[in-house]
């Protein structure tokens, strides 16, 4: 989803009014950004509160490119890193995931062994439907042991665009807080839905309800879907005990619009590129009673932030062992105050860009490779800003691309080389650049290799539904990373 | 001023609090149109709610120009146009106009010989400063005589960006709104402040308070000013019996990013153009107790509709021996209706696009010439759709460019010509299209003549003043309008 796609944050069809409503509840933050511009690494990222070069989410297959978690990825999340349920876990939290995981499909990486309690949903992202052959369809899990596969237990229906995913999950968070709030047990729900990602789905109700077409139509169930959660906390009396924060893990994937991609609004490009498009995220947070209503902030937030904040919220420190990059953000929600820190943007082991500020300073420029884009694939359709939307990789670190996100949201405009504003505002970004490249200790990259071997033939459980398929021979090999 | 500038419609450093709250307590218009990518035309159709190339406001001397109202037009408002102002006056209504006037400058031209009982504000634009040989500055009228030139007596500081124009006819709007109220006098404000207009100005107490520098200062002077205007009506007691409406005459001048230039959101390019960026504009009715608050209106609606719902509010109608563009607006405001009608996009004599619902068909195509392009003028800074944003004008009347606005708002992907879509849609649109300019009556153009002889060298008044100058030989000849 990108930062576009909500009506507050100016979608002109304006088709989600529980977001909205939400937003003038709760308090809206502009300049929040997820900590890269693909799903497996955001998501690694939020739940250790670290940047995916720390916590291993990356790849050094090649320069600067963007790696994830397809079904013949053999890393995951390391046994070292500390993920937020497994923290709060310590001060009686119960913890659920529902939807998308992401973070590895192998055993050790099952996400009951990293801290949730129970989970209903997928490792993988629902891309299909696969003949089992060449490939296995993405199974559901519930908790330990897989309960279906996508496609088959679970329908997408690509040619009419419909699946009933986003309710069931929506239906399964309904359940858990229901039943926390009636055992008294203070809980942490991680609804990371995978809907809006393409192939894009929605409900039957949904289907063709919206202005914007099927994207459009899976962004109102995602709104209504919000709705319903929002309200139930405030049936159950717990919305005063609640924090609510929404998010997405990367800008819209402007490769698949007109028919599946969406908004990035001003921002330039989307998802898989280091501009704001890539990067730039919708996000309000909600409690009500404690955070003013319609608030704005202007805090400089990542997912990263929420496993500080949340850590924060049920009164505990962070890990001291390692660097944290998320931050406390309470005090920015509760007391408007502006925290001064940098957002890095990387592209897999490469720092690309670092914003300070209303600056944002790219060392690293690239799109796309010409090969790519000469197959049509494009991350910034329409868009091209020359010496900016580069097709080869353009270093700058001798002389960043400099730009001020407040005059020129669209990263169009780079300031002169030779202004005062230019050297008085690199001169204190260098320092915090260095900083930040001296102190910087990489994880083991979890994202270099990949195997069929490992794919989800036989996922635990696969025995009782008779849905077992036999792995091919393991042939290890680096991972291709085009972009 | 451009759709994305303003915080309700997703601005990015949500700058403007007073308008936002308009919004909430009024109607928020999404899909609302100027008449013409540019200032006079635009105006000039507000006022007589019918499109330019019926009142006049156009020309003829090359293909597809826009044209304005510089210093050295001939042309202006014809006396067979019927303004808002004039028929108002028949309900008893007091009509002031505010700001810039911009429907010609020479004596038969005169606001006050069109229907408007009161003007304080400047004939042309702002440009300036001039030296008072080639060029005389332009001057600001009281009524019927000028008051002063700006520069010279009402200083613009182009090195500090620094004028206190707003501020002068905040103030002229409050009091003249106080006096009517004494008075008990039905009233008509025109409110045409020319402020985001470059060159861009602010008062001292605005400059540099904006994240988006002298653009964003003046933004927020503005969004002051209407603030302070609301809350004016409401300590009057008369907020109930005022309905106020906020919009602009074009899109954002990209041309003039980023250091003067505004947001078109995500729109296609900006002013000059009949792409959305060029005449989609923010829209917000207010009238406390009868339009509901925080609404929000998918009404496809113009600056035209504004004459004809300024008419059935005053309980008028309008005139029935000429073809009024506009529609009233007040089912759509009021009841939440949706009127079907089509959007025409004109430049010059030459209808480019039309809207029907959420299709836009492009008829013709063009950004600027190649050679006005290679000297680095540019309508659409950092975009760029194949077949789309063309340096020619290219003509595609057979078989027109199809977008649909609310799937692709940013015209970025047309839909395929073989596509049963397509051949629907068009089907609908051809005949809307062929009515439209089989009854189409053109006006006398009046922006084909320009003459140094007629420009501001001696306004009524100027004597007193000493400030008449002398004009050069007339030298009628054909104006060069080159986008």
Not at 33 to 61: E, I, K, M, W
Not at 238 to 265: R, W, Y
Not at 396 to 403: D, E
Not at 439 to 458: E, F, H, I, R, Y
Request: proline residues 8%; aromatic residues 12%; neutral net charge.
């Amino acid at each position: 989803m990108g930062w576009g796609d909500l009506g507050a944050f100016g979608e002109p069809s304006k088709e989600t009014p529980n977001l909205d409503q939400m937003a003038s509840e709760g308090m809206l933050f502009l300049d929040f950004y997820t900590a890269n511009p693909l799903c497996s690494p955001s998501r690694a990222a939020l739940l250790t509160g670290r940047l995916p070069v720390r916590n291993g989410f990356y790849t050094t297959n090649a320069h600067a490119r963007n790696a994830y978690t397809p079904q013949d990825i053999v890393g995951g999340i390391p046994d070292s890193e500390l993920l937020l349920p497994e923290l709060l876990k310590k001060a009686g939290y119960v913890n659920k995931i529902i939807g998308k995981w992401h973070l590895g499909h192998r055993p050790q990486f099952h996400p009951l062994k990293h801290g949730f309690d129970e989970w209903f949903g997928s490792p993988n992202c629902h891309f299909g439907p696969f003949d089992n052959r060449a490939l296995p369809n993405i199974p559901v899990y519930r908790d330990w042991e897989m309960i279906g596969r996508y496609y088959e237990d679970f329908k997408i229906d690509l040619s009419t665009g419909e699946a009933n995913l986003t309710q069931i999950y929506l239906q399964e968070a309904l359940d858990f807080i229901s039943n926390q709030q009636a055992s008294q047990q203070p809980f942490f729900l991680y609804w990371a839905i995978d809907a809006t990602h393409a192939p894009v789905y929605a409900s039957k109700q949904f289907l063709g309800t919206s202005q914007r077409g099927l994207y459009g139509d899976a962004v109102r169930e995602i709104d209504y879907s919000v709705g319903k959660i929002l309200k139930h906390l405030q049936k159950l009396g717990i919305s005063e005990n609640t924090f609510v924060f929404f998010t997405s893990d990367n800008g819209a994937a402007l490769i698949s619009a007109p028919k599946q991609g969406g908004s990035n609004g001003p921002f330039l490009c989307g998802k898989q590129t280091t501009f704001e498009g890539g990067m730039r995220e919708p996000a309000i947070a909600w409690w009500p009673g404690h955070i003013p209503a319609g608030g704005v902030s202007h805090q400089l937030g990542s997912v990263m932030d929420l496993f500080s904040t949340s850590l924060s919220l049920a009164g505990l420190q962070p890990p001291s062992d390692r660097q944290i990059d998320g931050i406390d953000l309470l005090p920015a929600i509760l007391q408007g105050k502006l925290i001064d820190r940098p957002i890095f943007y990387y592209r897999g082991n490469e720092m690309m860009a670092v914003r300070v500020g209303s600056y944002k300073a790219h060392y690293w420029t690239w799109s796309n490779s010409w090969e790519e884009y000469n197959k049509g694939i494009n991350f910034c359709p329409g868009q091209n800003v020359s010496g900016v939307t580069t097709h080869t990789q353009e270093e700058h670190t001798n002389l960043p691309l400099l730009f001020h996100l407040g005059r020129d949201p669209g990263e169009k405009y780079p300031l002169s080389f030779a202004s005062d504003e230019y050297q008085r505002v690199m001169a204190r970004i260098s320092i915090l650049v260095q900083e930040h490249k001296v102190t910087m200790v990489p994880g083991v990259p979890q994202l270099n290799v990949c195997d069929k071997a490992v794919m989800n033939w036989s996922p635990p459980g696969c025995e009782k539904l008779g849905k077992c398929l036999k792995p091919p021979k393991s042939e290890p090999k680096k991972c291709v990373w085009p972009h």
